[in-house]
């Protein structure tokens, strides 16, 4: 049965209706627009690196304060997720991705003439770290919602656009800011950005109504279900006692003898009017940021997993060309170094995407295994030497983080972490989180270089992050099974104290009559 789309396919704000996740449809132009997306924000960020060096000679400031810039941005990206969260719940994607891209367009522009490092932080720390968050986390967020069986492989692939985003931006910035210098450089970086505006445009709201169908056949199963205690549905049900609640739906259709094709059958249009009922009003989803998700023990251990792994994600792209350079490795080569840790992470998003998308399969497990191997790649720096040492490790290190980063967030609405309903809220608190480990990822392995005149104790300190990362991350899994137990044991409770809250009067008189038929047919 082929899935129905009701919308006006002029209009980019229109919802598109659809009655069952899509996995597909309109989804292709938002992966392509989130393609994009990730190319203009985590792709600029990461490629920032190849500004490091003309700012602390321009600024005349050391590794630690020029580090900040991209802390502060990181910092207000992640800290302000549950704006995001929240004004994408209120105003719609579409216009916060737009809002998002103007201001990072904005930042970027402004910073290129900044004086002092303190306009940086300003600039591009808190300005276009507002608009990454408001670009990044809503397009995510939605084209999560219109996949299901492909949605690790499409996000991871989609996700590649920051890998090709370093790829290219990495030596087009270094040989444009030798034409014409760093500043017009970031002018013309933050001019590009812009174009995230177009993006947000296409991301157009999904409506999932799994009961349309159902809801016009038969007019008088609503009412059948609200009144289920009703005499003639209770002697019904009472006839096969242990599958009334499920025989109630359609009482009429029910032969005394079929029971097994009840069960097989019944529960189907009981459930999809349950679910239209949960989707009619829906209360959860007008909550504009729901925290309950905090009182999941799976969650949290998931959440501080994000911490500690953050401080792996930007700090060696930051420090991977200042440490080329420290080892006698020339700029371009330098640059070139960047770039393969870019081509090596798309492969590496792709790979996992893949292999997530294979069944059955744990993924909270897969992703653990990339965690210990991402640890293992941060401390092979240190002991790289000469171009083709350093090559390697980036190579590794760029592999295993495509793995990582392009995973981390989408894993949220797995049932293992908290599920596609809660998805919204929990990567707008899980961001969140994430902020502390943003803001003190890079500062502290500046002050490790400044302090040692090492780059290589800035590798270690995201190494030793990344292994508390995977300690939290075993954890996940334990304990969601907890407490899924613990929820099963609390529905068999309730289930048992169901039956002395129905009215008497009801059963007794059913129970009457159940037992004069019963004798009659013992009597023939």
């Not at 989804?27 to 190319?39: L, P, Y």
């Not at 003898?257 to 249009?269: G, I």
């Not at 400044?450 to 300190?461: G, I, K, L």
């Not at 068999?492 to 009457?512: N, Q, T, Y």
């Amino acid at each position: 049965q082929k899935m129905t789309v009701k919308a006006v396919k002029m209009l980019c704000t229109t919802p598109n209706v659809y009655t069952k996740v899509p996995d597909g449809g309109w989804g292709w132009t938002i992966a392509f627009a989130f393609f994009f997306v990730e190319a203009l924000t985590y792709g600029i960020i990461k490629s920032f690196g190849v500004f490091f060096n003309d700012l602390m000679e321009s600024f005349d400031e050391t590794n630690s304060r020029i580090s900040w810039i991209i802390s502060i941005c990181v910092f207000v990206q992640t800290f302000t997720a549950p704006l995001s969260t929240v004004l994408s719940n209120r105003f719609g994607h579409h216009f916060v991705v737009m809002a998002g891209g103007v201001l990072i367009s904005t930042g970027m522009v402004t910073a290129s003439f900044a004086r002092t490092v303190v306009d940086m932080y300003v600039t591009i720390g808190v300005i276009s770290g507002l608009g990454y968050c408001l670009s990044f986390l809503p397009t995510v967020t939605i084209l999560s919602q219109y996949f299901d069986k492909r949605r690790s492989l499409v996000t991871a692939v989609a996700s590649t656009g920051e890998c090709f985003a370093v790829f290219s931006f990495a030596p087009a910035i270094t040989a444009l800011k030798e034409q014409i210098g760093w500043r017009y450089s970031l002018l013309s970086v933050g001019v590009l950005q812009l174009s995230i505006v177009i993006c947000g445009s296409l991301l157009r709201p999904i409506i999932i109504k799994e009961q349309e169908e159902v809801k016009a056949q038969p007019p008088e199963e609503p009412t059948e279900t609200k009144y289920m205690l009703e005499n003639e549905q209770t002697r019904t049900s009472i006839e096969s006692i242990d599958s009334g609640v499920e025989i109630t739906t359609s009482p009429s259709n029910v032969p005394g003898n079929t029971k097994a094709e009840q069960k097989s059958e019944e529960p189907k249009e009981h459930v999809q009017i349950l679910v239209e009922n949960n989707s009619t009003p829906p209360e959860p989803k007008t909550k504009l940021l729901d925290f309950s998700v905090m009182r999941d023990y799976s969650f949290i251990c998931y959440a501080f997993f994000g911490l500690f792994a953050t401080l792996g994600f930007f700090a060696p792209s930051l420090y991977i060309i200042p440490l080329s350079l420290s080892l006698g490795i020339g700029k371009d080569h330098s640059a070139y170094i960047l770039s393969a840790m870019a081509i090596a992470e798309v492969f590496g998003r792709i790979s996992a995407g893949w292999v997530l998308n294979k069944k059955p399969i744990r993924k909270i497990y897969i992703e653990l295994i990339c965690v210990v191997l991402l640890s293992v790649a941060l401390f092979a720096f240190p002991f790289a030497s000469g171009f083709w040492g350093l090559m390697t490790c980036s190579i590794f290190f760029g592999f295993m983080l495509g793995t990582v980063a392009g995973t981390h967030i989408p894993l949220l609405a797995e049932d293992d972490v908290v599920g596609i309903a809660k998805m919204s809220s929990a990567a707008g608190v899980y961001v969140f989180i994430q902020s502390l480990a943003g803001l003190a990822g890079p500062p502290l392995a500046g002050v490790l270089v400044d302090t040692t005149q090492n780059y290589s104790s800035a590798f270690y300190s995201c190494a030793a992050g990344m292994v508390l990362g995977a300690v939290f991350l075993s954890l996940v899994r334990p304990c969601k099974a907890g407490l899924c137990h613990r929820q099963q044991q609390c529905a068999e409770e309730s289930a048992a104290e169901v039956v002395p809250d129905l009215p008497d009067d009801f059963i007794e008189m059913d129970i009457g009559k159940a037992e004069n038929s019963g004798k009659g047919c013992d009597g023939t």
